[in-house]
């Protein structure tokens, strides 16, 4: 079994329409985990790697978020913007998304 902690952080919210209490978030999500399988020794030369070119190939968790009512396209589609995926030398690895 793996843990994965999980934090956000909230950017903005907007005022909510009162007659439709329809609002809009944007906020950060963090998670962290350990992958015993992503161990390194470099010698210390780096504090962590830069793999988020790699995330399609590394196990990630599955994130759902519930939404309740309409979930309303402003800008396209609503997808993650991928910020960070850091791999530490003991295998920890901290992904950073916005949403």
Not at 31 to 44: C, I, N, P
Not at 48 to 70: C, K, S, V
């Amino acid at each position: 079994m793996t843990t994965v902690n999980v934090s956000v952080l909230l950017l903005t919210i907007s005022s909510p329409d009162e007659s439709s209490l329809k609002y809009e978030v944007e906020f950060l999500l963090f998670q962290r985990w350990v992958d015993e399988r992503l161990r390194f020794d470099d010698d210390g030369n780096h504090t962590y790697l830069n793999a988020l070119m790699y995330r399609h190939q590394l196990w990630m968790p599955d994130t759902y978020f519930i939404l309740h009512g309409e979930f309303k396209e402003l800008k396209g589609p609503v997808d993650p913007v991928h910020m960070a995926l850091k791999i530490f030398a003991n295998g920890t690895v901290m992904y950073i998304t916005r949403y």
